[in-house]
Each structure stands twice: as C-alpha cells, then as structure tokens.
C-alpha cells in the first residue's frame, strides 16, 4: 500500500456570539498519520493564541537561587557516577559536555548529559559546536551501553528544554536512554515501519521523503544527508511539528561526526524560527531503530511547548494526556514556508 495523507473535512456548528449568533460552521479535518493511523485533529481556520511572557530574568535567578546541580563545581559533587565495570572513568566527557547517570530508574541505562557549563543559552544562542559536543557524548554512551549489555537495544535520546517542556532545570541538558524493550511510541514507530516495508518491499521513511519532495507542501529542506520537514499530523497545538529524518541511517549508533554537525546546524535554525514566534521552551526526541534493520531510518521530532499568557495554562490537556487525540489550531502547511526561509 502506498503512502496516503488520509483527512476528512469536517464541521461543527454553532450560533456565534460574535455574529449576533447566526448560525456558523466551523471546518476542521481528521487527519490519519500515514504510517502509525494515529488521527490528529487540524483546524482549518489558523488561530496562534497568545502565550505567556517569559520572565527570563527572573526565571533564571530563581533557579540560580534554588542550586542547580548542573553548574560547576557542584555538577563534580553531586552528580551520580557510573559503576567501574560498566564506565571506569564514571562519568563520560568531551569538551564541556558530562554524561553521567540519572537519578530516576525510568529505564535500565539511563543517563543526563550536560550540554555546557553555562548556566543558560537562549534557543538562538546555541553555538554549533555544544550542541554536536552533545549529541556525539549521548552516541559515545549509548555506544559503550551497547558494548556493555547488547540487549539494550533500543536507543533514544530526549531533550526537555524549559519548564514548559516538563524540564526541571533551566541548564540545557540531554537525557540518552537505554532499554530491553521500546518505549510505546518508539514500539510503534518501529511495528508499523516493519509491516509497510514486508508490504511494500520498500522503506517508508525514503517513500516518505520522495513523497513530500513531490508534493511540496511540508518538506522543508535538506541539509547534509538530513531530511527536514513538518508532519503530516502534527502533535501539538501550534502545529509545529517538525522532523529530522537521517537518510539510509537505521541506528543513533550509524551516525557520523558529519550527521551529527548536520543535525546541529538545522536545529540552530529551527530554534531560531521557533524564538521569533516568541516561543521558548522545545520537546526532543531521537529514535533510534535497530542496527542492521533496514526497514526504519533514525528521525527526530522537534515541538515547541507553550503555557497560556491568561492563566498559565500547559498546552497539553486531557484530550493528548488520556484521550490520545493530538490537535493542532494552525494547518501545517500553513507555516512550513517560514520555516522554510530560514534554511
């Protein structure tokens, strides 16, 4: 079966108080993700609420002010280390990046890696350079988990930037991750890649790309062997929702120092369309396939995170939480063009 972006228009009606409540049909469409058959629920008309302002000042001296444990010296204090057997040294760097373990037991292999030692960096501030530094620290750990406990096979990497984003320090920081088995999005990801490639004879993250490129409506550009572009059925309400996909890569562990700096590069540009929107705070996630399966190429997906100017509001609600039914207020083809001007 080849690919399909599956939507149905739909309607719901009202009388509009803003139209001496005559009556009104408000479209929007159900969209189906062309791998998964996840649905997502895009509104046609576009609608960017207000979010609320950062008190980044403030922000930054109050968790200054509360200790943070990624600062030096403190990090050499208090920051766990690895067992001997597992990683002598116990703690893993380069340049100004640390990886060492997570205080949570969320996964068999856990770890944080600390970007820099500065404090904070704003999303246009990132230099190339540390964000490669951590990306390549992440691989170099998840290479030595490999070495270590081969059943730890499947491989991601998270980034939580910001409080709005669940983050719990303002220091910019990864989170690489180890497991015997996937996690539910990553099971999924990598189940439905496997099914349409014994179906189809093809991969689908290579269809995917020829596809978009073809239809010009989301793809965004390419920088090295990295495909950029948005998502058919975006997660968030912003409606961005941008990926990363690393062409003929199966594994984190396939990518070279090249990819890697090619990776850095359009983050930088998509943290700096996101700053321009007035957003600032950002999920991440790396997933990783298995090494050798050529059915799934390693992708990320980047979305903003916002809380609401009037009450503080998540941006996340019972309706993705519990009900699983993503939204997005703004069509994604309607903003692939801006960030398209910035690569």
């Not at 000042?57 to 200054?64: A, D, F, K, M, V």
């Not at 730890?152 to 088995?181: C, E, F, R, T, V």
């Not at 020829?210 to 495909?227: C, M, Q, V």
């Not at 950002?282 to 990320?300: K, P």
Request: one cysteine or more.
């Amino acid at each position: 079966m080849a690919i399909e972006f599956e939507k149905e228009l739909l309607y719901f009606r009202i009388l509009d108080s803003t139209k001496n409540f005559q009556e009104n049909l408000l479209p929007f469409e159900r969209r189906v993700d062309p791998l998964t058959r996840q649905t997502s629920i895009v509104c046609i008309a576009p609608f960017r609420p207000h979010v609320s302002k950062l008190d980044l000042p403030g922000l930054i001296e109050r968790s200054l002010a509360a200790g943070c444990p990624f600062c030096p010296p403190t990090i050499d204090k208090l920051a766990m280390k690895f067992p001997p057997d597992f990683i002598p040294e116990g703690r893993i760097h380069l340049g100004e990046s640390c990886v060492f373990p997570q205080a949570l037991p969320l996964a068999p292999y856990g770890a944080v890696t600390v970007l820099s030692s500065q404090h904070f960096i704003g999303l246009p501030d990132f230099a190339e350079g540390v964000l490669t530094n951590g990306f390549s620290v992440c691989q170099i750990y998840l290479r030595r988990v490999s070495q270590y406990d081969p059943r730890a096979k499947y491989h991601s990497i998270l980034w939580n930037y910001m409080p709005p984003s669940g983050g719990s320090q303002i220091h910019p920081h990864l989170q690489p991750i180890a497991d015997y088995a996937p996690g539910n999005s990553l099971r999924e990801l990598l189940e439905a890649s496997r099914r349409y490639y014994q179906s189809n004879g093809t991969n689908f993250w290579s269809d995917l790309i020829a596809k978009e490129i073809e239809l010009g409506e989301r793809y965004i550009g390419t920088i090295g062997d990295i495909h950029w572009l948005f998502s058919f059925a975006p997660k968030v309400p912003r409606g961005i929702d941008v990926m990363a996909i690393f062409q003929g890569k199966s594994s984190l562990l396939d990518l070279s120092e090249q990819d890697l700096q090619h990776f850095s590069q359009g983050l930088k540009r998509v943290f700096r369309y996101i700053s321009d929107q007035d957003l600032y705070s950002f999920n991440l996630c790396l997933y990783s396939g298995i090494r050798g399966e050529d059915y799934f190429w390693t992708h990320a997906r980047i979305v903003p995170r916002t809380t609401g100017a009037m009450v503080d509001n998540s941006d996340v609600s019972a309706f993705q939480v519990l009900l699983e039914r993503p939204f997005s207020l703004t069509p994604p083809e309607d903003i692939c063009q801006e960030l398209k001007e910035y690569f």
